[in-house]
């Protein structure tokens, strides 16, 4: 099965709080893509950070990084000092083959951040 | 960045008329496009996956002759609600891949539209 878990639906942070955000995939393709993108409230998606499945390289961008493990299938998403400007729906997101064969995004559940001032 | 174009960001209709909402590429060409369906609170739904020239693939559970979608550019596709119901009051989003020949996969980044907001009264 191509699947995301999210497995935390809202997270509360102080502000300059560091958190991260649990995302754990199943593939049976052995060449992927990991996504995050945020949801603001205005509701357009952002694109954050896509990761191929051989690269298991971690990433850091400003406050953001990203964990991926291959061993745990995981692809975990940290900001440090979060700000209000934070507060967002992130979802972690797989690009693998469907069914048909052809190549999908299929999306966790997203985890609902707020970042309290 | 690729920008991804939807139109409108709003809309409210009554319950039985057919709402049209286009998702355009402004600046690259998108040999597929992508049509989800976000409920409140809830992941993105893949409805239907759009090539330029051919009839769309909709996933199961996703009618089609109620949500038809068009793509007949390489920049541009649309989706059609018809004969819209309050129930198909939803957030609904598209997104392009860019046209690329180099891999099976096509797995670049998806650049989405901003969404587009349905309210059937």
């Known amino acids: 099965a191509q699947k995301v878990t999210q497995a935390q639906t809202e997270i509360s942070v102080v502000e300059k709080e560091d958190v991260t955000l649990d995302c754990v995939y199943e593939t049976r393709d052995t060449t992927y893509y990991l996504f995050w993108y945020k949801q603001p409230p205005s509701g357009e998606l952002v694109f954050l950070i896509r990761?191929?499945?051989?690269?298991?390289q971690n990433e850091i961008s400003g406050r953001y990084s990203w964990n991926f493990q291959k061993s745990t299938s995981s692809f975990n998403f940290t900001i440090t000092a979060s700000q209000v400007v934070d507060s967002a729906v992130y979802f972690c997101a797989l690009s693998a083959t469907d069914q048909t064969g052809a190549n999908n995004l299929f999306f966790g559940t997203g985890t609902r951040l707020t970042v309290i001032p | 960045g690729a920008v991804v174009s939807q139109h409108p960001s709003r809309v409210i209709c009554k319950s039985g008329t057919s709402v049209k909402i286009e998702c355009r590429s402004l600046?690259?060409?998108?040999?597929?496009m992508f049509w989800y369906r976000q409920f409140p609170k809830k992941s993105l739904m893949l409805m239907a996956t759009s090539n330029e020239g051919s009839k769309a693939t909709y996933e199961q559970g996703v009618e089609k002759d109620k949500f038809l979608i068009n793509h007949a550019s390489l920049t541009l596709s649309t989706l059609t609600v018809t004969s819209a119901h309050p129930e198909d009051s939803s957030f609904y989003i598209c997104s392009a891949r860019r046209k690329s020949a180099t891999r099976k996969n096509l797995a670049g980044e998806l650049f989405f539209g901003e969404g587009s907001r349905l309210t059937v009264l």
């Open positions: 600046d690259f060409q998108a040999t597929t």
């Open positions: 990761r191929n499945s051989f690269d298991e």
